[in-house]
Every structure is written in structure tokens, then in C-alpha cells.
């Protein structure tokens, strides 16, 4: 995981729940690759089109509440999206992008000081996030250890694999 | 720890103490929880991949994973098809014998719920978001995604962080007409979308106690509408009741001590409280239901169904109002009930009679209309009254049609009527 993410940003409004983000006619999609392009089709229809890896969301207030829908950061990964900043998130959507190794960063304020198509530069473990055009800047509280482990890691599969992995060397059962 | 010293517990708290084996957990600390019962639905289609991904090769304690499928039963499109096929696949590999399959199929948390899956005491999670009306049995029940749930299934545990509690202290008798759905929804309107983020929400109180559980699997459901990490209610005899032939494994009933610090407390009476409706877009977007009545809000679609609200109770009441009536000219009434057995039951008591003879649709129990991907899917500006707990845009098919969630009985009335009406003007 990059100790620094810089990305070009779109910007999204408070309560973009995840049937905005994917609705439920994608729900039996599996492939990332195909859900990728009709995420955000209600909340905010140019991204699927025109995102690049490495892009930066940013959202007011309680982003990615309602269903617990992986697919709707699954389409996120897929695209490449650098990491999702929000003044605050939902918790099954928070849990399942740092699950996927997406970094995931609530940011009080920070919605307040972004327009589509700025630069975001996030500083992770410093805890800042500046606005490259505008100077302007928020502080975030740390990421629990817990969850830095699991991003390092790359997300929860690989953390895992590699705890099973170490049993399985030691001679434990899984 | 020293701080959370001193000072009583909370339900939740001691639930994750148990848990994760400790003496006590604090707020706002992360612990790994044992997991006493997994629940997958079609999203578990998505573990499989992981789980293989992690090199697991077999599932932790397959007597404690049930899967439910029911968002698209029978399959319903060619995508629902593969989705039913893989979870069947993996569950015959890893040898998981509780699933519930088309024909014996219910809404996944009904399912938990009338077979005793989870207990007082227990830490359960669900990949659905409403896992949280479990917490009405005294539990810690809360919404997972499948790659989590894939590091549950080999691991038979997680990260959960400790969350504070609110309490939601209930007093009052319900007055005709007026029913915990109501209630939810005026808790909804105090607390918010955001105010319950992360945290677990206890209700408590008189009112509270003298539910009956479907009423208060009703309430802990749309904790998930407040962003909570569960709903809960404290074990009681009520409980016990309803699990002592059922319960599928040993409980360690548990309460909030008198000291135990919550973040918040929020007081209702419900004495005089009229019938509530949760107004587009958003659930918190509450209003007195006789207030949006006299607008002469017209519908073309009504749904009794889902998670919510479509045990036995509630289409018995639905059905009392139905006898002898007509669904209005131009209006669709879809009734779901919530399982197979609740079908059977109504069945036998004549409620699918009524709901026909009045010319509503009686379905198959599934989540049917409740998430706009199966049936009943709605166009661009209808208008439907529904007993679900969602109407974010799009949640029923098109993004500008409106939805109006109610209770039950306010969903009969406005099926009879045509547009949203008071069930209490009804007899
Ligand atoms: S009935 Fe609706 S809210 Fe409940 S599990 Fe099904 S889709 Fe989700």
C-alpha cells in the first residue's frame, strides 16, 4: 500500500446508498469487470465511462449506506479507484472496501473542499488530505492498526490465506 | 482497559466479551469475535471465490452456516440461476447440510428466525443487511459482506470494533390502528439515517415487553435503516418462549447492567401516537401518517411483503381488513409472505383466499417486490405503499418512482382505497 495516493477527484452527495451505486437489476452480475460498467449509473452516470485508475471519490456524509452489497465496491475495485474518502461512511460498505484493500478514509469536512476534477493528495499515515489546486486541507484521525495491517496486507483474502498458510507450516489444523 | 472500569455493561458489550473470550470490551475497541451462527443468501455466491482464494479447504463448524436463498426463488433470471447453482455446488463440497432450498425457501432473516437459529447471547452475522432483526433474540446480529463472510467460514470469526449503544426506552400502549411498525418508523425519524452508525441500538421499556417477537423482529429490522450494527432487545420470557422448541443451540441469556453507559438514550411514549409513514426518499423522511392522507397521495402499485413485515401476524391483520373488500380499480396489491411456512399457514386459514378474491397477487415467499431485481418492479413516477423498510431511489425499479413505507395495515387500507389512507378509518 502507497504511503502517499494522489488521484484526480469526483465528487459525490450525502447518502449515496449502494442501490445508487449498483442497483438491484445488477445484483446477479459476479464478474468485476462487467459490474464495473454500471456503477454510480444513478448517482452519478459519466463515471463508469470516463473513471481511471487511480481516481479519487469523494463523498459527503454517510457514503454507501443500505444493502450489503459487496459488488458495490467490488465495480470500484475494478475501475482501479485509488481510494474513497468520505466526511463519514456507512459501516457495511467501510468494511467491505477495506476488506478489498481499498483505502478507505473518513474525513470530517472533506467533501466541503473538493469539486470534480481537482487533485486529491492523501497523506495516510501523516492523516491529511489536501486539495492540490485549492491548498486547502483536512485531518483524519488514524486508521486503527487493525485495518492499516489488513490494506498492507492487500485485504482480508490475503491476510488470510497467509494466517492459514503459517498454520498449515506449523502443523495445526485449519 | 482500565477506563471501561467502574461502571456497568451493555447487552452488546457482554455479548462481545463473550465473544472474544475476555472479561470486558470497550467501545471503540477492535476485538476478534467468535462467531456463533453464518447465514449466507445469494450474495454468498461471491464467498466461494475468496474462500478458495484464501486456500481454505473447509469450513469451520458447517452445523453453525446456514444458507437461505430468496431474493430470486425460484431463479428468476438466467444470473439468479448460476448464482442458486454455485452456493448448491459449494454446499455439497464443504458439506453444509442446513439449506434452505427452493421448496422449503424464506426470506433468509424469517428463516434464522422460526427455526431457532440464533440465541440469546449469540454474535451471528448474515451477508444481507438486515441480519440485525436478529438481534431481537437477545443477540449480537449483524450484516457482512462475502468476503468477509469467506474469512468467517474458515476462520469462524472477525474484526468487529465495539460499538457504543443507544438506548430506545419505550412506554405506552399502541392505540388502535398503531403498531411497532409505527413506532420504528417515529425512532427512524428521531434518529436518523447516520445517527445510529456503527453503533447498537437496545430497545427497552414497557412497551418493549410486552411485544410479541415478530414485533420485535419488526423494530431490530430497520435498525439497519438508522446505519446500526445491530437492533436488540434483552432476553426475556417472551423470548424464551419462542425458542424453547425451536432453539438450535445452547443459550447464555445476558442483560445491560443498571450502570451500563450508553452514548445516547432516546424516549418515547407511544400513548396517542398516530400511524407513521416514511415519506420518499429516505426512511428517515417520517411524517404523521393522517398528514400525507389528506394530500390524496394516489398509488399504482401496494406491497405487503418483505423482512419487515409479512409474518403470519401481520397478513392475518392485513387479511381482517381485506375481508369483503376490493383492491381499487387501477391498483396492484402484491402479497409475499415471508417463508414457506408462513404460506402454509395462510393457506390453511383462508388469507390467500381473501387476498385473491379481492384481487390482490398472492406470491411465493421470497423478498419479491422489496428490492426492484425479481418482480413487481416498478416504472418511472409510480407511486407504491409498501410494508419494506427501503425507498432510496431506484430501491423498486425506476430511480423517480416514489415509495411510502407503513405499516401493514396502512398498506391494506390504501390497497382498498386507492390512495394512502388511515387504517383506522377503515371499520
Ligand atoms: S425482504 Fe427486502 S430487505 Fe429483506 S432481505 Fe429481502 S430484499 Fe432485503
Known amino acids: ?174 | 482497559m482500565s477506563e471501561g472500569n467502574g461502571h456497568g455493561q451493555t447487552l452488546a458489550e457482554k455479548i462481545l466479551a463473550r465473544a472474544s473470550g475476555q472479561e470486558r470490551v470497550v467501545p471503540g475497541e477492535i476485538v476478534e469475535g467468535r462467531v456463533d451462527l453464518a447465514m449466507m443468501h445469494e450474495q454468498g455466491a461471491q464467498t466461494v471465490a475468496p474462500f478458495h482464494q484464501m486456500g481454505a479447504e473447509r469450513v469451520w463448524d458447517p452445523d453453525r452456516v446456514v444458507i437461505a436463498i430468496d431474493h430470486w426463488v425460484p431463479a428468476s433470471t438466467e444470473g439468479a440461476a448460476v448464482l442458486h447453482r454455485i452456493l448448491r455446488k459449494f454446499a455439497a463440497e464443504t458439506h453444509l447440510p442446513h439449506f434452505y432450498d427452493v421448496g422449503n425457501h424464506g426470506i433468509c432473516h424469517q428463516i434464522l428466525a422460526e427455526n431457532g437459529w440464533v440465541v440469546p447471547g449469540d454474535l451471528a452475522v448474515g451477508t444481507d443487511s438486515h441480519t440485525n432483526m436478529l438481534g431481537a433474540m437477545g443477540a449480537v446480529a449483524a450484516g457482512i459482506g462475502p468476503t468477509e463472510m469467506a474469512a468467517v467460514l474458515a476462520l469462524g470469526r472477525l474484526w468487529l470494533k465495539v460499538p457504543p449503544s443507544i438506548s430506545v426506552e419505550v412506554r405506552g400502549q399502541f392505540g388502535r390502528g398503531v403498531t411497532a411498525k409505527d413506532l420504528v418508523l417515529r425512532v427512524l425519524g428521531e434518529v436518523r439515517t447516520t445517527g445510529a452508525t456503527y453503533k447498537a441500538v437496545e430497545f427497552s421499556g414497557p412497551t418493549i415487553g410486552r411485544m410479541s417477537m415478530p414485533e420485535r423482529f419488526t423494530i431490530c429490522n430497520m435498525t439497519t435503516e438508522m446505519g446500526a450494527k445491530t437492533g436488540m432487545v434483552a432476553p426475556d420470557q417472551t423470548t424464551f418462549d419462542y425458542l424453547a422448541p425451536i432453539a438450535k443451540h445452547a443459550m447464555h441469556p445476558m442483560r445491560s447492567d443498571p450502570d451500563a453507559r450508553y452514548e445516547r438514550t432516546v424516549e418515547i411514549d407511544v400513548e396517542g401516537m398516530p400511524p407513521m409513514v416514511a415519506c420518499p426518499y429516505s426512511p428517515d423522511n417520517v411524517r404523521p401518517l393522517p398528514d400525507v392522507v389528506k394530500e390524496h397521495v394516489r398509488v399504482d402499485q401496494v406491497f405487503l411483503g418483505s423482512c419487515t413485515n409479512a409474518r403470519i401476524e401481520d397478513l392475518r391483520e392485513g387479511a381482517a381488513l381485506m375481508k369483503g373488500e376490493k383492491v381499487a380499480p387501477g391498483v396492484r396489491f402484491i402479497v409475499s409472505p415471508a417463508s414457506t411456512k408462513i404460506y402454509q399457514q395462510c393457506l390453511a386459514e383462508g388469507i390467500i383466499e381473501t387476498f385473491t378474491e379481492a384481487g390482490a397477487v398472492f406470491t411465493n415467499s421470497s423478498c419479491s417486490a422489496c428490492f426492484g431485481g425479481n418482480m413487481g418492479i416498478l416504472a418511472p413516477d409510480e407511486v407504491c405503499a409498501s410494508s419494506s423498510n427501503r425507498n432510496f431511489p431506484g430501491r423498486m425499479g425506476a430511480k423517480e418512482a416514489r415509495i411510502y413505507l407503513m405499516s401493514p395495515a396502512a398498506v391494506v387500507a390504501t390497497a382498498i382505497r386507492g390512495e394512502i389512507s388511515d387504517p383506522r378509518e377503515m371499520q
Do not use: C
Open chain 1, 1 to 174: 500500500m502507497q504511503e502517499i495516493i494522489e488521484g484526480r477527484v469526483w465528487t459525490l452527495g450525502r447518502d449515496v446508498d449502494t442501490d445508487q451505486i449498483i442497483s438491484g437489476k445488477y445484483l446477479t452480475i459476479i464478474d468485476p469487470n462487467e459490474l464495473k460498467k454500471h456503477v454510480f449509473e444513478i448517482a452519478l452516470p459519466a463515471f463508469a465511462k470516463e473513471a481511471r485508475a487511480g481516481d479519487i471519490l469523494v463523498a459527503d456524509e454517510n457514503f454507501g449506506s443500505g444493502s450489503s452489497r459487496e459488488h458495490a465496491p467490488q465495480a470500484m475495485r475494478a475501475i482501479g479507484v485509488g481510494a474513497v474518502v468520505a466526511d463519514s461512511f456507512a459501516r457495511i460498505f467501510y468494511r467491505n472496501a477495506i476488506n478489498l484493500g481499498i483505502p478507505t478514509i473518513e474525513a470530517r469536512g472533506v467533501r466541503a473542499i473538493f469539486e470534480t476534477g481537482d487533485t486529491a493528495r492523501i497523506e495516510l499515515r501523516a492523516g491529511v488530505v489536501r486539495n492540490v489546486r485549492t491548498g486547502a486541507s483536512v485531518e483524519f484521525p488514524p486508521i486503527p492498526h487493525h485495518l492499516l495491517e489488513l490494506l498492507e496486507a492487500g485485504g482480508l483474502v490475503e491476510k488470510v490465506r497467509a494466517e492459514l498458510a503459517a498454520r498449515k507450516a506449523a502443523g495445526a489444523s485449519p
